[in-house]
């Protein structure tokens, strides 16, 4: 696996991986296209902000149910969205299972109001949560990226990582079966359409993750989208590694179409791959170069990573200015997104 070999010796692979860095995909036709993913620097701790729920409200009150179709070939009872946006408000939903996933991560399990229902998420977006605690002066208000598919019924995943001093993630922890959660949204990121870029680069910390392994479900259930991706995901420990085992089963269905770069800050004697926080020529190595046409830089994590990497947001609406490694590189501001 590239992944796993990478930096045993980075300097004579450094020329073949800027070349396929830059290689044009392949057409619809082929189905050798490169899938890269970029994503880095270990999670630091979150901090609070202020998001904003963008979906347009239907008029008339309440918004109806909205039905989707069934693949073909699939169940014939068209699925029921559960998060419609708009004026729909807070629904509350079951705690229905909980899996430990390392020492400070869970999965969580939420069912939906029905079997038959599914979240009504587009990509790539996000839902928001709502928890008070009975000495809290005002409710813990906390954006999440599902890490189950769109087209999943009856429950929605969450993968959650404590933090010190997190409220939200740690009330999460603390969540036990049969317990209920209030949940808004969907909160609409960047709108993904298949072939829409040849070639993304998706740069993240810690939970920054999920958002950017939800472009990848996107990208690799459709046949047709050809999208070039490239993976640099930095952590504390190897431990701290999320959705490793899903990325690695992408290496291995895709090994011409998806290549993984990892790097600790603490590695163990046998780790072979990169060391330390992302740098800038890590970046040059693995990225495509700036002119090349019609690609797209996203990054998503702990301030620390943005400031590193790109420049922070001003506010949900207002992506900021670029700053950091990818404006010394070359990048503009149109070939950036900040989630």
């Known amino acids: 696996m590239f992944a796993r070999s990478a930096f045993r010796s980075f300097q004579p692979l450094k020329n073949s991986v800027r070349r396929y860095a830059n290689q044009a995909p392949a057409g619809v036709a082929s189905s050798a296209t490169t899938f890269y993913v970029l994503v880095g620097v270990a999670v630091v701790g979150g901090g609070a902000g202020v998001y904003y729920l963008t979906s347009q409200a239907p008029t008339g009150g309440r918004p109806l149910p909205a039905a989707r179709s069934p693949p073909s070939g699939g169940d014939s009872k068209p699925s029921i969205s559960t998060f419609l946006g708009g004026d729909q408000g807070w629904l509350d939903l079951k705690l229905e299972s909980v899996e430990q996933i390392n020492h400070n991560t869970k999965k969580l399990r939420f069912a939906l109001p029905n079997k038959d229902n599914v979240s009504g998420l587009q990509v790539a977006s996000a839902l928001l949560t709502k928890y008070q605690g009975p000495e809290d002066e005002k409710p813990t208000i906390r954006p ?52 829409k870029h040849t070639h993304i680069a998706l740069i993240a910390g810690g939970t920054g993750i999920t958002p950017m392994y939800q472009l990848c479900r996107a990208i690799f259930k459709n046949p047709d989208d050809k999208t070039k991706v490239t993976l640099v995901f930095g952590n504390i420990k190897e431990e701290d590694i999320l959705l490793k085992h899903e990325f690695q089963e992408l290496e291995n269905q895709y090994p011409q179409r998806f290549r993984a770069f990892y790097t600790l800050d603490t590695p163990s004697e046998s780790w072979t791959q990169s060391t330390g926080h992302i740098t800038q020529e890590l970046l040059k190595t693995v990225l495509p170069e700036p002119k090349t046409e019609n690609i797209k830089l996203f990054v998503c994590g702990p301030p620390g990573l943005y400031k590193a990497i790109s420049g922070t947001k001003n506010s949900p609406t207002d992506q900021g200015e670029l700053s950091g490694h990818l404006k010394a590189l070359g990048y503009s501001q149109d070939q950036v997104y900040k989630f």
Do not use: A, C
């Open 144 to 195: 999440y990226t599902p890490t189950s598919d769109e087209d999943d019924k009856g429950h929605i995943d969450f993968v959650v990582k404590k933090y010190p001093n997190g409220p939200m993630s740690t009330h999460l922890h603390e969540m036990k079966p049969d317990q209920r959660l209030e949940f808004k949204g969907p909160i609409p990121k960047y709108p993904w359409q298949p072939n």
